[in-house]
């Protein structure tokens, strides 16, 4: 019996059992705590909860949070007390936080919820037993994130859409006394409301609504001091996820000070005006501010009231010139507006000084706008970032003189660097430096303090002399520096007259040049030869005082109207000018220049030639040679047989002292294409005294073409032998080696106590007498020092073909070489060298060019190899591609190396560009290397090194560019630092190099 009650409860505990799991299966797995943003997933219920889904229920869930398409879950969460109406709707539920949660809807917000209960209610909004941490975008002073904590959350919307709205959010943190920090503006308030909606595709949008607080701001783009100076509270403040600020107008509350850093000096004192801001830009209207300007802006009270509303300025200091600021009380009158910077408009007239300028001002800007050209800004603002006082019109007195007269001005600028603007006037009639100016018309052009000059025309009066049409240009100082156009003066007492005058007024006097001409009347009344009538004096240095005293010039010129002719013999001598020096009215020198021709046959050949002489000088001034001679040229045909020219000249050379030096050189046309050609160099330099005199002469000769062959059955054309050349000097060297033939003495040797004696040939190419290549090749003997030089000057596809030239008419050919070796037995040592410098096609339109220098030298104490090292004093080895498409292609680049075995160091650069710019594409790259060799061959040997890598391409649409810089060591170890940054579009990165090789052992 009584097992058959057992049996009989087992089975009715398992139908109960049963049908408690089937009732649970009737509630959803799924409960909407708010459709489409709140939900409990994968619902596990506690076991004994009702089927009826009006009885509270309990369990563990998924908490989903959904914002559009971003899905934030925590497992496991437990829930209890969940109640739902007959039909389904939620009445309300509790869910347990073991540990806090973390989400991020989006737009720079976090949101962590804290551990503990949280109470969803029917009216979509959550309690929290906890405060949740509210992570907003914006940052704090140090950089951290500010904070705030709230306890409630209301949700709207619907599956497609919705919002989360925060209520009673506080600030937590050092936010309370730095607000929220904007451009321009900072906020200050205790609480806030937070906003977060989205829709399908996420999060997309975020506002931060502040009830109330105090807002401050900047002056829009420009340093003040405070950062804030302007105060306003406010009511329904926000700022959304753009940090774009908006608020209604309020008004300004604070009375703050403002200095301006951009314009030291400059303060204004706000006095009251209304605020709003509208997407983060502040209008500031009907404000009023007491003003100072800056200090280098004094007042002026000789020509206005200095305040504008007073009617009693105050008085001058009794001590001379006013040293008050100008300053200028908030008034009705006074407009102030804010519009990319601050401007202030004065309408009443100002007088006030910058230095000794003097200006008054109806009207008066202080500008501190960020934009190119800020509001009201005048044209003249050329540069960004334009800050001052501006003046758009008014007048201004000049320190220029005695009775300067006012001109009127337009746009002047008054900033840290000084007054910047143009004034003019016309038909003026004032005394500048002692002189008189009439009819002047002048436009006067001031930058940062410094006077120039736009137009200065007037006519000014030279007493005794009569009236010259001039014009004024100024200096860096402020002096005007008077030119005059084409006039002439009298000299009425002498019968002269001075035609294409030019003169500068300098220190209180006229300084006057021209062509003075003695009149025909003035030459007869003083018995003079006629020849002289019309003969012009080139005069220099004339000064003429304001009070009309005369001071003749200390030197001049004298050009013959016709030049005197006398017949010498053969030739006739021209004498064309002379010049002169004075002192104290005495002349002290004069020196002749002139002509002469051949005029009769030379040994029976008729012959015309002509003697040019420069620099003859008669002087009795002490220390000078009674006569002196400058350089004389000589050029003269012979007909049927050829030309001969020479030159002479005489100087001093830093080597040699007073030094005369020479070439001459015939040609022999009437060969024809056997025509020769013969020159000559030389050099004498006397010396005196305990010195040796030096000389040098030197020869070269053109001959037909000789050839060279090797032999052999045909022989084989090796090269042709074009001249020779040959010279001997005494106690004259080289100036250094590889100088090859002497062409130019005086540049190309030194004095020295010894000899030289020089030969060597003229060479070509077999095949066309030197179009393809010519050397001018030279063996040079020296003692003291005892050196062998073997020079040769190479020229390349030259059309003009082999000739004995001078070293500059070589050096400006299109492709030249030079190549020597040197034997020093003084020291002793061997050098190697030469450099080229190569231009295809030509120098003067080059596609590629290439150039470079090198050395070897082995001697006793120094032995080095230089390839283009400029510590070595090397040309770089340089190298340029399209250089004649500069804008379009340019590669060029630059090596050089220097090895000093001597010292067991050296080094290496390379430096490269390359720049490409066709149909609106740009390619530019450079590379910059260097390396370093310190005890090679020792046991502490090293190389260091850096590196240098930047390429950009613009494609008009999309630019991208790479740069590099890394240093390198070598010695067990290489190792590699730097760092190495790109672009490429919107997108950036960089990163950091520190790579190490440890040496193979």
């Given at each position: ?14 139908i109960?059992?049963l ?69 389904g709707?939620?009445?309300?539920v ?27 209610f ?27 904590e ?12 919705g919002?989360?709205?925060l ?21 200050l ?27 401050e ?17 406010f ?6 996820q ?99 910077g ?21 009207r ?15 044209v003249?603002?050329a ?9 758009p ?36 009639s ?12 002048v ?34 100082d ?41 009149k ?56 064309r ?7 104290n ?40 040679p ?59 330099a ?27 059955t ?45 030969i ?12 393809v ?19 040769a ?10 000739d ?24 002793p ?7 080229a ?87 530019t790259?450079?590379l910059l ?73």
């Amino acid at each position: 019996m009584k097992r058959v009650r057992l049996i009989r409860t087992g089975l009715l505990l398992g139908i109960l059992s049963l049908a408690s799991a089937v009732l649970q299966a009737q509630r959803p797995s799924t409960i909407q705590l708010v459709p489409g943003s709140v939900e409990l997933r994968n619902v596990v219920y506690t076991p004994g909860t009702p089927a009826d889904i009006s009885k509270p229920a309990a369990g563990t869930a998924d908490l989903a949070l959904i914002f559009g398409s971003a899905t934030f879950t925590k497992p496991g969460v437990t829930f209890t007390n969940l109640i739902t109406s007959n039909n389904g709707a939620l009445s309300g539920v509790r869910f347990t936080l073991d540990r806090p949660f973390e989400f991020t809807p989006g737009l720079g917000v976090k949101i962590t919820l804290p551990t503990g209960d949280a109470d969803v209610f029917a009216d979509k909004s959550i309690s929290l037993v906890g405060k949740a941490i509210i992570t907003t975008p914006f940052r704090l002073t140090n950089g951290d994130p500010i904070e705030a904590e709230v306890s409630k959350f209301t949700y709207s919307g619907n599956q497609q859409s919705g919002s989360l709205k925060l209520n009673g959010v506080g600030f937590k943190g050092p936010v309370a006394g730095e607000g929220i920090q904007l451009p321009s503006l900072r906020v200050l308030a205790p609480k806030a409301d937070i906003e977060v909606s989205w829709a399908a595709q996420g999060v997309n949008a975020w506002k931060l609504l502040l009830p109330t607080g105090t807002l401050e701001a900047g002056i829009p783009g420009v340093a003040t001091v405070p950062k804030y100076p302007l105060a306003a509270a406010f009511t329904e403040l926000s700022i959304d996820q753009d940090g774009k600020v908006n608020c209604p107008e309020f008004s300004i509350s604070n009375r703050s000070t403002i200095d301006f850093p951009d314009i030291a000096g400059f303060k204004a004192t706000v006095a009251g005006g209304t605020l709003t801001v509208k997407d983060s830009k502040p209008k500031i209207t009907n404000l009023r501010v007491d003003v100072t300007l800056p200090p280098a802006i004094q007042a002026d009270d000789t020509d206005s009231n200095p305040n504008p509303g007073s009617n009693n300025p105050p008085a001058q200091p009794p001590n001379g010139e006013p040293r008050r600021p100008v300053r200028i009380p908030s008034s009705p009158r006074v407009i102030v507006k804010v519009e990319n910077g601050l401007t202030i408009e004065f309408p009443d007239p100002i007088a006030f000084k910058v230095g000794k300028t003097k200006l008054t001002a109806s009207r008066l800007f202080i500008d501190l706008s960020t934009s190119l050209f800020g509001a009201g800004a005048p044209v003249i603002a050329a540069e960004p970032k334009w800050k001052g006082v501006w003046l758009p019109s008014g007048t201004v007195t000049p320190a220029l003189g005695t009775a300067t007269p006012k001109l009127a001005y337009t746009n002047f600028l008054i900033e840290p660097n000084g007054l910047s603007g143009t004034a003019s006037a016309s038909n003026l009639s004032f005394k500048f430096e002692g002189f008189d100016l009439n009819k002047a018309s002048v436009c006067l052009t001031f930058a940062q303090n410094q006077l120039t000059a736009g137009q200065f025309g007037a006519d000014i009066t030279v007493p005794r002399l009569g009236v010259l049409p001039c014009n004024a240009e100024f200096n860096e100082d402020g002096e005007a520096r008077v030119a005059i156009r084409d006039g002439q003066l009298e000299f009425q007492d002498l019968g002269l007259k001075l035609e294409r005058v030019n003169a500068q007024l300098d220190q209180k006097s006229l300084q006057i040049g021209g062509d003075l001409t003695f009149k025909q009347e003035f030459v007869t009344r003083n018995q003079m030869p006629q020849e002289l009538a019309g003969t012009k004096l080139s005069i220099q240095g004339l000064k003429v005082a304001g009070d009309g005293s005369i001071t003749l010039p200390s030197e001049g010129g004298i050009t013959l109207g016709t030049p005197a002719r006398v017949n010498v013999g053969p030739c006739i001598v021209e004498l064309r000018g002379l010049s002169f020096t004075a002192q104290n009215n005495e002349i002290e020198s004069v020196t002749f220049s002139g002509s002469a021709f051949l005029t009769k046959a030379l040994e029976g050949l008729p012959a015309a030639g002509e003697l040019d002489f420069e620099g003859m000088r008669v002087s009795k001034r002490r220390g000078d040679p009674p006569f002196s001679m400058g350089g004389f040229g000589f050029k003269a045909e012979i007909p049927e047989l050829g030309t001969i020219s020479a030159s002479l000249f005489r100087t001093e050379i830093e080597s040699f002292g007073d030094t005369l030096y020479g070439d001459a050189e015939l040609k022999l046309t009437c060969l024809g294409s056997m025509g020769s050609g013969i020159g000559l160099e030389f050099l004498l330099a006397p010396k005196g005294g305990n010195e040796p005199a030096a000389w040098f002469i030197g020869g070269n000769v053109l001959v037909p073409p000789i050839s060279v062959q090797a032999p052999g059955t045909p022989p084989v054309p090796l090269f042709n032998i074009n001249g020779f050349s040959g010279g001997f000097g005494l106690n004259v060297a080289l100036v250094k080696p590889g100088t090859g033939r002497i062409s130019e003495p005086n540049k190309e040797l030194k004095y020295s106590k010894g000899a030289l004696v020089q030969i060597g040939l003229l060479l070509s190419d077999p095949a066309s007498s030197g179009r393809v290549w010519w050397a001018d090749t030279a063996l040079t003997f020296t003692l003291n020092p005892v050196l062998i030089d073997l020079t040769a000057r190479m020229t390349f596809l030259d059309l003009a073909g082999a000739d004995f030239i001078d070293r500059d008419e070589w050096l400006r050919k299109d492709r030249i070489a030079t190549v020597f070796m040197a034997l020093n037995l003084s020291k002793p040592e061997f050098i190697v060298g030469g450099d080229a410098d190569l231009n295809f096609p030509t120098r003067a339109a080059s596609l590629i060019s290439m150039s470079g220098s090198a050395e070897l030298l082995i001697g006793k104490t120094d032995k080095h190899l230089y390839i283009g090292w400029p510590e070595g004093g090397q040309k770089p080895v340089n190298v340029r591609f399209a250089e004649a498409f500069k804008g379009v292609i340019e590669l060029k680049g630059s090596f050089g190396m220097g090895l000093d075995f001597a010292n067991k160091s050296g080094g290496v650069f390379l430096d490269a560009d390359a720049r490409f710019a066709v149909a609106g594409v740009g390619v530019t790259g450079g590379l910059l290397a260097t390396l370093d060799f310190k005890n090679f061959g020792e046991e502490n040997w090293s190389i260091s090194g850096q590196t240098a890598l930047s390429a950009q391409a613009d494609f008009g649409f999309f630019t991208a560019q790479v740069d590099a810089s890394l240093l390198m060591q070598i010695n067990k170890d290489i190792r590699i630092t730097g760092e190495v940054s790109g672009r490429a579009g919107p997108f950036e990165g960089s990163f950091e190099v520190d790579l190490v090789v440890p040496a193979k052992k």
